[in-house]
T-cell receptor
């Protein structure tokens, strides 16, 4: 079975500060891992994905995530937060060749001016 | 492509009424998923289809919920009768075969959601 745990339902940072959103996964087989972002009143959009190629994955809007198998983690980072980054972020896992995508509970990011 | 299209965007109804939510997936996507999002339970997978056939409906909360996909371009999620605890945002998402598509690798494309309020 697969699962995802996101540490922290809310994260608050100042504009220009580092963004770190934590995600740990559980999977009995090599996983595909994803970060999605949801802006208010919108559906989820893909931010980036890991598919067993490079362990450091770069996504849109300056975000990146590193796959660490030894730590079963896939944390999302951005060096400098912008007000427009305020949104809810979801980590997700899918089995290679599988069909279901399992989402974490989400982390709401607040950016202070 | 216009993306995944959901309707209605907002629905307010009274307890006991029938609710029908609609979804048009991206053309060529073989998989369609219905998710429900609430504050308490987060994003839950309700059911998914492959080539119009329901594959896994284990997430459907109870018999009041039903979903159909009569053809490759249309799916419905029906709640009958509706209850206040059904209030949520319902998302439809689609994706191509594993490893295919512009993004490949099981990437889901979500619709904007249908916000349901049952009074």
């Amino acid at each position: 079975a697969q699962s995802v745990t996101q540490l922290g339902s809310h994260v608050s940072v100042s504009e220009g500060a580092l963004v770190l959103l934590r995600c740990n996964y559980s999977s009995s087989v090599p996983p595909y891992l994803f970060w999605y972002v949801q802006y208010p009143n919108q559906g989820l959009q893909l931010l980036l994905k890991y598919t067993s190629a490079a362990t450091l994955v770069k996504g849109i809007n300056g975000f990146e995530a590193e796959f660490k198998k030894s730590e079963t983690s896939f944390h999302l980072t951005k060096p400098s937060a912008h007000m427009s980054d305020a949104a809810e972020y979801f980590c997700a896992v899918s089995r290679t060749g599988g069909f279901k995508t399992i989402f974490g509970a989400g982390t709401r990011l607040f950016v202070k001016a | 492509d216009a993306g995944v299209i959901q309707s209605p965007r907002h629905e307010v109804t009274e307890m006991g009424q029938e609710v029908t939510l609609r979804c048009k997936p991206i053309s060529g996507h073989d998989y369609l998923f219905w998710y429900r999002q609430t504050m308490m339970r987060g994003l839950e997978l309700l059911i998914y289809f492959n080539n119009n056939v329901p594959i896994d409906d284990s997430g459907m909360p109870e018999d009041r919920f039903s979903a159909k996909m009569p053809n490759a371009s249309f799916s419905t999620l029906k709640i009958q009768p509706s209850e206040p605890r059904d209030s949520a945002v319902y998302f439809c998402a689609s994706r191509p075969l594993p490893g295919q598509g512009a993004n490949g690798a099981n990437v889901l494309t979500f619709g904007a959601g249908s916000r349901l309020t049952v009074l």
